[in-house]
């Protein structure tokens, strides 16, 4: 005679098929998450040889800032306005002021922009104690005037009024303390129309809307 089965042997066999089908369902759960998509980023596996060998090729810490640093320099240093008489906010000689010779201090010009077709000069004394005074002004300088010497002035170049009225190089002769003097020099798109004699505001007004670069020296002058 068969014997029917208890009804606690069904249960507890019904829920341990529950338990295993529900540990299979959360395999499986993760085993999907687990997986990689095709959009998933995976890391390349670097031997010992080839991160050597890219510690290798790497610049010395600074060189690319160093370069980058140069790089700028070399770009802002190109249009310029120097002198061999002296240095960037250093002392003028006496024989290129008032109480020397008078005569204008000998000036180097380099890096002249592309596209100039003429420069202008400018030297005045914001110093000077009624406000700025102007010792020279000029323009219509050739573009490819790479120097002005001594007591000279460019040919072709045109000379305007300075704070004397006059239509020449005036040197320092600050009253009393120590000025400075800046040498400013335009590199303009244009010849300018201006009559000579015309004074320093003339001038940046016929500038206005031509300058393509623009440098400056300054020199240093005091009477002790």
């Given at each position: 005679?068969?014997?029917?089965?208890?009804?606690?042997?069904?249960?507890?066999?019904?829920?341990?098929?529950?338990?295993?089908?529900?540990?299979?369902?959360?395999?499986?759960?993760?085993?999907?998450?687990?997986?990689?998509?095709?959009?998933?980023?995976?890391?390349?596996?670097?031997?010992?040889?080839?991160?050597?060998?890219?510690?290798?090729?790497?610049?010395?810490?600074?060189?690319?800032?160093?370069?980058?640093?140069?790089?700028?320099?070399?770009?802002?240093?190109?249009?310029?306005?120097?002198?061999?008489?002296?240095?960037?906010?250093?002392?003028?000689?006496?024989?290129?002021?008032?109480?020397?010779?008078?005569?204008?201090?000998?000036?180097?010009?380099?890096?002249?922009?592309?596209?100039?077709?003429?420069?202008?000069?400018?030297?005045?004394?914001?110093?000077?104690?009624?406000?700025?005074?102007?010792?020279?002004?000029?323009?219509?300088?050739?573009?490819?005037?790479?120097?002005?010497?001594?007591?000279?002035?460019?040919?072709?170049?045109?000379?305007?009024?300075?704070?004397?009225?006059?239509?020449?190089?005036?040197?320092?002769?600050?009253?009393?303390?120590?000025?400075?003097?800046?040498?400013?020099?335009?590199?303009?798109?244009?010849?300018?129309?201006?009559?000579?004699?015309?004074?320093?505001?003339?001038?940046?007004?016929?500038?206005?809307?031509?300058?393509?670069?623009?440098?400056t020296l300054t020199g240093l002058y005091s009477r002790g």
């Amino acid at each position: 005679m068969h014997r029917a089965e208890p009804d606690s042997e069904k249960c507890g066999r019904a829920t341990l098929w529950i338990v295993l089908a529900g540990i299979v369902v959360i395999i499986v759960i993760i085993a999907l998450i687990s997986r990689p998509t095709k959009d998933t980023y995976i890391p390349p596996q670097v031997t010992p040889e080839e991160e050597v060998t890219a510690e290798k090729a790497a610049p010395p810490p600074g060189e690319i800032t160093a370069q980058t640093d140069s790089m700028y320099n070399e770009t802002m240093s190109e249009f310029s306005i120097t002198s061999s008489a002296f240095a960037h906010n250093a002392n003028i000689p006496p024989e290129y002021t008032a109480d020397g010779r008078n005569v204008n201090p000998p000036l180097a010009i380099s890096g002249v922009p592309e596209g100039t077709v003429s420069l202008a000069l400018v030297m005045d004394d914001p110093d000077a104690p009624r406000g700025t005074w102007d010792h020279w002004i000029m323009w219509n300088i050739p573009p490819n005037t790479a120097e002005i010497a001594a007591d000279s002035v460019p040919a072709g170049a045109i000379q305007g009024a300075n704070g004397w009225g006059r239509s020449d190089y005036g040197g320092p002769s600050p009253p009393s303390g120590t000025h400075r003097y800046f040498f400013k020099l335009y590199a303009l798109d244009a010849a300018l129309d201006l009559k000579p004699g015309a004074n320093k505001a003339a001038l940046e007004r016929a500038m206005e809307g031509h300058i393509i670069a623009q440098t400056t020296l300054t020199g240093l002058y005091s009477r002790g």
